[in-house]
């Protein structure tokens, strides 16, 4: 009553009102509630005067609210058509303001990845990169949106332009080791990472060359361990977010099927794109369960697909697991045992196949242990893993 006597002075505060509201104890299970709320609180916003300084940080507010929940009710294209809304707006506001950081881009990036959109995502983080970059390392978070960047050009089959990006990530979380920003196990999986792209592309000398440096990484950490204390640091959450880039074989979303985004936080995924994942892990451990006992019968014909099933279950189990919590869970940490035991008896049995197979389990296990602060048996596996190679452990 207040808004439509005087909009000028209650139009603003109406807006605030019903956000709060929306996000009461009482709400917190009824998300179409919040929404007819969110909605409301949206339609004043849009009815405040344009002139009012204050109304484009209501609009963002509400628009942000209502996109979030319409994608917990599945409502995804009216999601999207909100999160385009948001990025207008921080478009126009940067504009004016003369700034290259657009507000809403990573949103929009991470919309549009989820729904199989990759080239799109991989345009959005590029020009958000280029942003940002002027700025340095801003105590760590250039690097997470290089993880992102990454993950987006590799989904896009950029690989060219991804190696490139990955070359700088490295180089940024080596910068944020040394000022203290960032733990020394991240430098280690950054490399290991790199390592593992340039593999995957054909830069045999390349990776052979990053591994000897992540060698030294390590054992700076299994002699002397970290060089600060890192209670509360994200060592897992970084670990999951490069594992998440080109790694697990997940699949590739649909508009039909959204999956997470390769990089991006967890906070960052739609209910739905949440579900999928979560569904998947169960449907890889199925198929798992029914090849072990194939793969003991006829090793021949099983064992290798079991290897492969295995390592994708492992890697897609322990992206979820880093990226929800600070450590990983135990069945994680064994899943990554049996991926070397399984890898084991495929080299013993098919030793010209096997090998690197077996060399790359010990380094995806290491990793693990990195994670898990075992620095001394991750050198362990990591000197194993560069001897079944070839190169200088």
């Not at 707006?89 to 940067?94: P, W």
């Not at 099927?257 to 579900?275: I, K, N, S, Y």
Request: charged share 30%; glycine share 8%.
């Amino acid at each position: 009553m207040l808004a439509q006597v005087s909009p000028a002075a209650y139009l603003p505060k109406l807006v605030g009102a019903l956000l709060g509201l929306s996000f009461e104890f009482r709400f917190r299970d009824r998300p179409e509630v919040q929404l007819a709320l969110c909605e409301e609180a949206l339609a004043a916003a849009r009815a405040v005067d344009p002139a009012e300084p204050a109304r484009v940080e209501l609009m963002r507010c509400a628009l942000s609210d209502c996109q979030w929940l319409l994608y917990r009710l599945g409502r995804r294209a009216e999601g999207l058509a909100l999160r385009a809304e948001l990025l207008e707006i921080g478009r126009a506001e940067a504009e004016r303001a003369g700034n290259a950081r657009v507000r809403g881009l990573t949103e929009w990036a991470d919309a549009v990845a989820e729904e199989g959109r990759y080239d799109e995502a991989a345009d959005a983080l590029t020009e958000w990169v280029a942003a940002i970059l002027p700025d340095g390392p801003q105590y760590g978070q250039l690097a997470w949106s290089l993880v992102r960047w990454v993950g987006a050009l590799d989904a896009a089959g950029r690989f060219g332009e991804m190696l490139a990006a990955y070359d700088r990530l490295v180089g940024v979380r080596a910068a944020d080791v040394a000022v203290g920003h960032a733990p020394v196990a991240d430098r280690f999986q950054s490399l290991i990472g790199n390592a593992r792209m340039l593999d995957a592309h054909e830069r045999g000398e390349r990776a052979a060359a990053v591994r000897q440096k992540a060698l030294g990484v390590l054992t700076e950490l299994a002699a002397e361990g970290e060089r600060r204390n890192r209670s509360g640091s994200r060592e897992a959450e970084f670990w999951a977010a490069l594992w998440s880039c080109s790694a697990a074989d997940g699949g590739r979303a649909t508009p039909a099927v959204p999956l997470p985004p390769a990089g991006a936080e967890a906070r960052t995924w739609t209910a739905d794109a949440r579900r999928n994942d979560a569904e998947g892990i169960d449907a890889l451990r199925g198929e798992v369960d029914a090849l072990v006992p194939r793969a003991a019968e006829d090793p021949d014909r099983y064992l290798a697909e079991l290897v492969r099933i295995q390592r994708t279950l492992t890697v897609r189990a322990g992206v979820w697991a880093g990226r929800e919590g600070s450590e990983l869970p135990e069945e994680v940490r064994s899943l990554f045992d049996e991926g070397v035991d399984l890898a084991r008896r495929l080299h013993r049995h098919r030793p010209a196949d096997g090998t690197r197979i077996l060399a790359g389990r010990l380094v995806e296990r290491a990793s693990c242990r990195v994670v898990s602060r075992e620095y001394g048996p991750a050198l362990d596996d990591f000197r194993e893993a560069l001897s079944l190679l070839g190169e200088r452990g």
